[in-house]
């Protein structure tokens, strides 16, 4: 069956741009996370969904980062005015629901903010 | 705060030896301990996960095996791989949370 997909798989942009990330979480999936991946460097939580709601925001590096999921299904992370040390991975991930361990990861979209 | 130190870094194993990464945790409150395993490119996948109630737990070559007392558990690969060669993560997550805290990753390459 499909896997997570997010969409774009690579973003340039310039800094102080805005730029939008997309997750497609596995179909029934009602856990959604975002984490960051910076060069050389382990997974960093950002944000967990449950359903549309979003109990867990505490990875969210500035007010700069913002999420929201819609219809318990699509999500999208927005960056606002981008600067340099955004640039990394940015990795999505479901999984079946609350208390449910495997988190299933997409493959990422490598941000570079020049 | 580094929650969950990983150790080494990186790591060259020859084909057919067995390969050690190790990890070390902070917070007793951590229930959940996985692997996951990143090719090139690609997202992380679930490799294989322990809780604290056992010491081990195998899954074909890879192995967890964990020490609550010392607060560290390691992933063994036996018989490594060239096709083994990737980058290794552990985690943890705390008892009622969603949120994985993961480890700094090694870099793993089996030489054929």
């Known amino acids: 069956g499909a896997g997570v997909s997010q969409s774009p798989s690579n973003k340039v942009t310039e800094k102080g741009k805005d730029v939008e990330l997309r997750c497609d979480p596995i179909?029934?999936?009602?856990?959604l996370y975002w984490y960051r991946q910076s060069l050389g460097q382990g997974l960093e939580f950002l944000i967990y969904?449950?359903?549309?709601?979003?109990?867990?925001k505490s990875g969210l590096p500035s007010d700069r980062f913002s999420a929201e999921r819609t219809g318990g299904s699509v999500s999208t992370l927005t960056i606002q005015r981008t600067q340099q040390e955004d640039s990394a991975v940015y990795l999505c991930a479901s999984s079946l629901g609350r208390n449910t361990d495997t988190q299933y990861f997409g493959p990422g979209t490598r941000l570079t903010v020049l | 705060q580094q929650q969950v130190k990983q150790s080494p870094q990186s790591l060259i194993v020859q084909k057919g030896g067995i390969s050690i990464i190790n990890c070390a945790y902070e917070n007793t409150a951590f229930d959940y301990f996985p692997w996951y395993q990143q090719f090139p490119g690609k997202g992380p996948a679930l490799l294989i996960a322990?809780?604290?109630?056992?010491s081990e737990k195998k899954e074909g070559r890879f192995t967890i095996s964990f020490n609550k007392s010392a607060k560290q558990f390691s992933l063994h690969i036996m018989d490594s791989q060239p096709g083994d060669s990737a980058t290794y993560f552990c985690a943890a997550r705390r008892q009622g949370a969603q949120k994985l805290v993961f480890g700094q990753g090694t870099r793993l390459t089996i030489n054929p």
């Open positions: 969904f449950q359903g549309n709601s979003a109990p867990d």
């Open positions: 322990i809780r604290p109630d056992v």
């Open positions: 179909s029934g999936h009602t856990a």
